[in-house]
């Protein structure tokens, strides 16, 4: 792979304090010519699901070689692995919790390797703490890779088994696809993890959530303003929306909350 110099980073640490800003500093110490991006630091905390969700949806908006770092880990400091993995012309470096357990499912033919104290030793790491590896590991790692100064197999060692993803695949059957809301976007948008490929079938789809039956729309704009609305999103997946307003206030639902898609109304 060559790399691109492109690095992003996907935490859960929020924007109140230094954690994501000092990590950035750890890799312009290492690579100056870095290019970082922030995809989101606003995954809720402790929960990989969406982080993996989110970086799986995203990376293909990026050039090959960029290096896409990942960190929502209550791990830390355990004898949890840290994965860096090679797939699709890119690198991904994540606990080994289920972040990435959606992008492996997807990918073909991935690259796994476990990072090992042995081989990063001659990265000159200092002695990490017990509770920020994304400064003192993952952001030192992600910068030598992306300089292309290393690459994977030069950090650890391959592995074929790894933590699977903590949501399960949407159930299809016959005119019906089950799935489950995975995150709540800021404009109270509910996205959840069905791909429109799975009702591409479907004469007329309609989403079930909280007790309501909402019809399929091209987009925002086509609902009255207060109409529930469900569509395929910008990132390839049906979302419930509140034309004007917010679907999670306005159904009572959230994160983890089923979505059910059928071919035509039900009774």
Same mark, same amino acid.
């Given at each position: 792979?060559?790399?691109?110099?492109?690095?992003?980073?996907?935490?859960? /640490?929020? !924007?109140?304090?230094?954690?994501?800003?000092?990590?950035?500093?750890?890799?312009?110490?290492?690579?100056? $010519?870095?290019?970082?991006?922030?995809?989101? !630091?606003?995954?809720?905390?402790? &929960?990989?699901?969406?982080? #993996?969700? &989110?970086?799986?949806?995203?990376?293909?908006? /990026?050039?090959?070689?960029?290096? !896409?770092?990942?960190?929502?880990?209550?791990?830390?400091?355990?004898?949890?692995?840290?994965?860096?993995?090679?797939? $699709?012309?890119?690198?991904?470096?994540?606990?080994?919790?289920?972040?990435?357990?959606?992008?492996?499912?997807?990918?073909?033919?991935?690259?796994?390797?476990?990072?090992?104290?042995?081989?990063?030793?001659?990265?000159?790491?200092? +002695?990490?703490?017990?509770?920020?590896?994304?400064?003192?590991?993952?952001?030192?790692?992600?910068?030598?890779?992306?300089?292309?100064?290393?690459?994977?197999?030069?950090?650890?060692?391959?592995?074929?088994? &790894? +933590?699977?993803? &903590?949501?399960?695949?949407?159930?299809?059957?016959?005119?019906?696809?089950?799935?489950?809301?995975?995150?709540?976007?800021?404009?109270?948008?509910?996205?959840?993890?069905?791909?429109?490929?799975?009702?591409?079938?479907?004469?007329?789809?309609?989403?079930?959530?909280?007790? !309501?039956?909402?019809?399929?729309?091209?987009?925002?704009?086509?609902?009255?303003?207060?109409?529930?609305?469900?569509?395929?999103?910008?990132?390839?997946?049906?979302?419930?929306?509140?034309?004007?307003?917010?679907?999670?206030? #306005?159904?009572?639902?959230?994160?983890?909350?089923?979505?059910?898609?059928?071919?035509?109304?039900?009774?």
């Amino acid at each position: 792979m060559k790399p691109s110099g492109v690095i992003t980073i996907t935490t859960d /640490f929020g !924007h109140k304090g230094p954690f994501a800003g000092v990590m950035k500093g750890v890799i312009l110490s290492r690579f100056p $010519d870095a290019r970082v991006v922030d995809l989101a !630091h606003d995954i809720p905390a402790q &929960w990989p699901p969406e982080a #993996g969700f &989110w970086v799986s949806r995203s990376y293909s908006w /990026f050039p090959a070689g960029t290096v !896409h770092l990942a960190i929502v880990d209550p791990g830390v400091g355990t004898e949890r692995d840290i994965l860096a993995v090679e797939a $699709d012309g890119h690198v991904f470096i994540a606990p080994d919790n289920g972040l990435l357990g959606q992008l492996l499912d997807s990918v073909e033919s991935p690259r796994v390797f476990r990072l090992l104290a042995s081989k990063t030793r001659s990265l000159q790491l200092q +002695t990490p703490s017990a509770t920020f590896h994304g400064r003192d590991i993952f952001a030192p790692v992600a910068a030598e890779i992306a300089a292309g100064r290393v690459v994977v197999d030069d950090v650890g060692e391959p592995v074929s088994e &790894w +933590t699977p993803g &903590w949501l399960d695949p949407p159930e299809t059957a016959a005119g019906k696809v089950s799935g489950v809301i995975v995150t709540v976007d800021a404009f109270g948008n509910l996205i959840s993890n069905i791909d429109a490929n799975l009702i591409d079938g479907f004469r007329e789809p309609v989403a079930h959530i909280a007790g !309501h039956q909402i019809a399929m729309l091209p987009t925002y704009g086509r609902a009255k303003p207060g109409d529930l609305l469900a569509l395929v999103n910008s990132f390839g997946v049906v979302e419930i929306a509140k034309s004007e307003g917010s679907a999670a206030e #306005g159904l009572g639902s959230e994160r983890g909350a089923p979505l059910v898609v059928t071919d035509g109304y039900t009774t």
